[in-house]
């Protein structure tokens, strides 16, 4: 994630898994999962015209382009991402944070 270390985020932000099929991961700065910076994160890719759900299925179809613009996407938003600091600013600046669809008790 060469991306998320020249914003210095490396720290808060993992990709997992294997190539055609990943998984971003984001933390907050004591280590736990942040879902704050993962509505930022969902938010921000939104608005510039690609669709994250945290888990990436690449395949075929994808075009060099398609992959090119995800990168760009990704790099832009990691930008804000390291402005984020999810300890330090107020919650309630956040209208809607992505929620656990499915969770293992």
Do not use: Y
């Not at 879902?35 to 994160?41: C, G, Q, R, Y």
């Amino acid at each position: 994630m060469v991306a998320a270390i020249m914003q210095g985020i490396e720290k808060q932000t993992s990709c997992t898994g294997m190539p055609p099929h990943n998984m971003f991961e984001f933390r907050g700065l004591r280590g736990r999962e942040d879902p704050v910076l993962k509505s930022l994160f969902m938010r921000e890719t939104i608005k510039r015209g690609i669709l994250f759900s945290g888990v990436q299925n690449t395949s075929f179809l994808h075009t060099g382009g398609d992959i090119n613009k995800t990168i760009e996407v990704i790099k832009a938003v990691f930008e804000p991402m390291k402005k984020c600091n999810s300890e330090k600013r107020s919650r309630t600046t956040w209208r809607a944070l992505v929620q656990p669809v499915f969770r293992r008790s």
